[in-house]
């Protein structure tokens, strides 16, 4: 810090010339023997700028009074009084044998094992990790200093992106809201044109001169000689590549058969695209006039892109997709309502006196399954009747078949593996018609024999788990004990046990565990 | 010493572990748990030889198998290769005769040993008193017995608590079967003496070397 006044700037002029050693206070007009000392002065007792330590100047030392060791201005630091105080972490009575530290930064007192922590302060016991100097500290203080605990800052960019895109957007709509005026004025100007000269003379050759004169006042065609190569596929324009102006937006491309950058678009096709537009003149009249404009690529992506798809979206779905979306609403209800009745089981097994409600709402439950399990295989059966319109529709046909058997065969395994208290004909009785439908559908992809038959050697399986770890832990205990013999007659069960569940596992293959 | 696979099967809660625990450690645990899958216990006894009064030692190994549904996949392993099944039923509950009988049938259906040992054991006894009022027996020996003559089976009635019979099964299990061993090992004798009594006659003579086409000279 450079004192600053005029009189300072004075004094310091004079000391330069060796004249002059004492510096006068600006303020005050305090004597001061040099200028570091005045810097000092003005700092600390008019507050200009950050008070500073002259702790590394030796004459300093001497001026510090004892409450102010080191510099430090102790006045937030807690006296300690005999017999009341008591450490601030682990509310100990303070004695000489427990030691009796301050923590500079907070002020509290603590006893010697909770205050070890080191930190910077500056001399008002502010962190200060750059010209502050080393003070005892508490653990709590050590850790609550900025930067102590942070992995790597994180900027949060969310708001920035949101402005941005909403600016990208804005921007975009605004170019669309203006080509659609454009196009409007172009396709107005055009029929009035063209009615104008409607059963004239002249008609073959003043309506395309007006028509191309009018193009020009729509927007501002780029000048042909700016243009090398096309500004959208950036092909170079020769002789057999020529030059083209977008009629909206005067841009200059080519109109290459291949990238199809612009094209003669007639304008009752435009007209009948874009027909939410505000026409002022009437399209009918222009059926047999055959007359086009020529847009870019760019031009009509942007105006009849999302204008497409918003009349797809409105349009009703077709049979077979409306079908689809029914198929993955039913399939929904069954994966929840499986996961609740898997619930409910589990929990009337644990507790093994079922509840008389529990057991009326799991039935009710299965009864609903049952229910949903029909009617998904209905509506898989409509799928498959349903004629195909074109390619894509048929693969949809054909994955929705296999995906609704693969769902089907997955889910049913899991219905009949569940844990059933309750004899299966009380559940089965109201819902005779969807078992039979269900089960008729079930010698379709699966026959329940072969159920059956995955389910015995999934048990199978698992009672085999268990004899073999049993087996393990009696090896184990024969070990143990020395037991040689045994041992031996052991391992070869186990073996036998292995091999065993090998084959199975090899049976099962992927249905092994669902 | 003969070592000879032995296992036990029957209905849940017959007390098949009882009795094996009777016979290997000679103790009654009034409130044994279920059996979890296929224990494995051994224990030996001592067999008379015929004649001469001298004693051969017979191990058995024991896999008790678990009674219940679940485990019933199990006991295939274990009563294959097996020399020996102990079918056990429950004197005081006829359902368990029933099960002992179709445990039998299996056995005879899947192994195709000959040599298969099966006994039948009506377990729990102690619960019937031929005299007393509350005499628990649903099942009659005569009706046992006469199913195990039918079927050429040892037969036994025992009781695990006090220990009456139990050891008697296994001693006569043991001779049965060393009988048979020893047979078998006799008629393994037999064979390899004769075997080596007969001679495989080989005639080395020359082969004749007059004939003009022979290559021999």
């Given at each position: 810090?450079?004192?600053?006044?005029?009189?300072?700037?004075?004094?310091?002029?004079?000391?330069?010339?060796?004249?002059?050693?004492?510096?006068?206070?600006?303020?005050?007009?305090?004597?001061?023997?040099?200028l570091r000392r005045l810097n000092y002065h003005l700092d600390n007792d008019h507050s200009f700028g950050e008070p500073q330590e002259l702790?590394?100047?030796?004459?300093?030392?001497?001026?510090?009074?004892?409450?102010?060791?080191?510099?430090?201005?102790?006045?937030?630091?807690?006296?300690?009084?005999?017999?009341?105080?008591?450490?601030?972490?682990?509310?100990?009575?303070?004695?000489?044998?427990?030691?009796?530290?301050?923590?500079?930064?907070?002020?509290?007192?603590?006893?010697?094992?909770?205050c070890r922590n080191t930190i910077k302060l500056d001399s008002h016991g502010r962190y200060d990790p750059q010209k502050g100097r080393w003070y005892v500290c508490c653990y709590k203080c050590f850790g609550a200093r900025p930067g102590y605990n942070d992995y790597g800052s994180s900027r949060e960019l969310t708001e920035t992106l949101k402005s941005l895109r909403t600016m990208k957007n804005e921007d975009k709509q605004l170019r669309i809201i203006q080509l659609e005026n454009r196009l409007v004025r172009l396709l107005d100007g055009i029929i009035a044109i063209i009615r104008q000269y409607k059963g004239s003379l002249l008609e073959g050759f003043r309506v395309q001169k007006d028509i191309s004169k009018l193009e020009r006042t729509v927007t501002s065609w780029r000048d042909d000689n700016e243009a090398t190569h096309c500004n959208i596929c950036n092909q170079v324009f020769d002789i057999t590549l020529r030059r083209h102006h977008c009629r909206l937006c005067g841009n200059i491309v080519c109109d290459s058969r291949s990238t199809n950058c612009s094209n003669q678009v007639p304008i009752?096709?435009?007209?009948?695209?874009?027909?939410?537009?505000?026409?002022?003149?009437?399209?009918?009249?222009?059926?047999?006039?055959?007359v086009s404009i020529r847009l870019c690529s760019e031009c009509i992506h942007n105006l009849f892109f999302q204008r497409k798809f918003k009349k797809e979206v409105r349009q009703p779905l077709s049979p077979l997709l409306s079908q689809c979306e029914s198929i993955s609403n039913t399939s929904r209800v069954i994966i929840q309502l499986t996961a609740s009745l898997g619930d409910i089981e589990r929990i009337k097994s644990i507790s093994q006196a079922p509840e008389q409600f529990d057991v009326n709402e799991s039935n009710k439950l299965r009864a609903k399954l049952l229910r949903a399990v029909a009617s998904y295989h209905q509506s898989t059966k409509q799928i498959s009747m349903i004629k195909p319109k074109n390619n894509a529709e048929k693969k949809i046909q054909q994955s929705v078949r296999m995906a609704s058997s693969i769902f089907i065969d997955e889910k049913v395994l899991q219905l009949k593996s569940l844990p059933c208290i309750n004899p299966p004909q009380i559940y089965h009785a109201p819902e005779s018609q969807e078992v039979v439908k269900l089960s008729n559908f079930l010698a379709d992809n699966l026959s329940i024999k072969e159920i059956k038959e995955i389910k015995q050697f999934r048990e199978e399986l698992m009672v085999l788990k268990e004899q073999a770890f049993l087996v393990e832990t009696m090896i184990e205990n024969a070990k143990k004990q020395r037991n040689f013999e045994e041992i031996n007659i052991l391992n070869g069960n186990l073996q036998e046990l292995e091999s065993r569940m090998q084959t199975i596992q090899e049976y099962l293959g992927d249905q092994s565990f669902a | 010493m003969f070592q000879f696979k032995l296992v036990l099967l029957g209905d849940s809660s017959v007390g098949k572990s009882s009795i094996v625990y009777r016979f290997v450690k000679n103790s009654f645990d009034e409130f044994r748990e279920s059996t979890i899958g296929a224990a494995f216990l051994?224990?030996?006894?001592?067999v008379k030889e015929s004649d001469d009064g001298e004693e051969t030692v017979i191990k058995f190994e024991i896999w008790d198998t678990a009674g219940q549904e679940r485990?019933?996949?199990?006991?295939?392993?274990?009563?294959?290769?097996?020399n020996a099944a102990l079918v056990v039923y429950d004197v005081t509950q006829q359902?368990?005769?029933?099960?002992?009988?179709?445990?039998?049938?299996?056995?005879?259906n899947k192994v195709g040993d000959d040599d298969l040992v099966i006994c039948l054991v009506g377990n729990k006894v102690d619960l019937c008193d031929e005299d007393a009022e509350d005499n628990k027996r649903a099942v009659g020996t005569e009706e046992a017995r006469s199913y195990a003559n039918e079927q050429n089976l040892l037969f036994y009635e025992v009781s695990a608590k006090t220990g009456l019979n139990v050891q008697q099964i296994f001693q006569s299990i043991g001779e049965k079967l060393f009988e048979t061993k020893s047979e078998e090992i006799a008629a393994a004798k037999n064979r390899q003496i004769g075997s080596s009594n007969d001679h495989v006659n080989v005639q080395l003579q020359r082969a004749s070397t007059n004939d003009p086409t022979s290559c021999c000279f």
């Open positions: 810090m450079v004192a600053t006044g005029e009189q300072a700037s004075e004094d310091f002029h004079d000391s330069e010339n060796g004249e002059l050693s004492i510096f006068n206070c600006p303020v005050c007009s305090k004597e001061l023997s040099d702790a590394t100047h030796p004459v300093n030392k001497q001026v510090k009074g004892r409450h102010k060791r080191d510099g430090f201005v102790a006045g937030h630091l807690k006296a300690f009084e005999p017999g009341i105080s008591c450490c601030h972490e682990c509310g100990r009575l303070l004695r000489k044998g427990t030691g009796i530290v301050n923590c500079h930064k907070c002020g509290e007192l603590f006893c010697g094992a909770h009752y096709n435009l007209m009948n695209a874009a027909n939410d537009l505000p026409f002022t003149e009437a399209t009918q009249e222009l059926v047999s006039d055959n | 051994s224990q030996t006894i001592k485990y019933k996949s199990l006991a295939p392993m274990y009563y294959r290769n097996a359902d368990s005769l029933v099960k002992a009988q179709s445990w039998v049938n299996e056995l005879k």
